[in-house]
């Protein structure tokens, strides 16, 4: 769906797998967030993956905050973002106590955007997947950002998936373009 002026959103998970895709454009009111918070729905989550796709921007303004969270991946497409003002923004994937099995990358970030432009906080943390390479926690690639404001921290924690195969790293900013600034 499109909105703009949203009065807030809260999607919790419930047993077993879900998925949630955003893929339009939400421009939340003054002060409202969006909670997709997939964690809290059982003592076994079950996989859970969320997808920004392509061109779709999440925005909150003043104190709105954004929380996502997965027992899978968080997935930001090109173009994608989540943006905020004062509010916070939390990103977390596969975190658990038993992280979800397969070949995946926590967080992605390709040619995405998360950022705050003014006070808000910027929490990013992945753990990636447990077989075959290159199983990132968090992947911040092709022009992708993530980007601190004003006065808020800026905290992007990555764990490599638990495979053998080489290239399970925790953090990787790669090409041109892609960056971390606090």
Known sequence: FTSSNFPGLTLNGGTGNDT?????????????????DLQNDD????TD????AANANVVTGGNGTI??????TIVLNAGSSFETVNGGVTLEAN????????????????????????????SVAGRGGDSGTSQFGVLV??????????????????FGGASTSA???G????????????
């Open 43 to 46: 003592s076994d989550p079950g």
């Open 141 to 158: 690639s092709l022009g992708g950002t993530i980007s601190g404001g004003t006065t808020g921290t800026t905290t992007v924690s990555g």
């Open 171 to 182: 953090l990787v900013v790669q090409n041109n373009g892609s960056a971390i600034t606090s």
């Open 95 to 122: 975190l658990q106590a038993t992280p979800a099995s397969g070949a995946f990358i926590g967080v992605n970030v390709s040619n995405a955007l998360i950022r705050s432009t003014g006070s808000g906080q910027i």
């Open 167 to 169: 290239s399970n790293h």
């Open 67 to 72: 929380t996502v969270k997965a027992s899978k």
């Open 20 to 36: 949630v895709n955003l893929t339009g454009d939400i421009i939340f009111a003054t002060d409202a967030s969006l909670d997709v």
């Open 49 to 52: 993956v969320v997808n920004l």
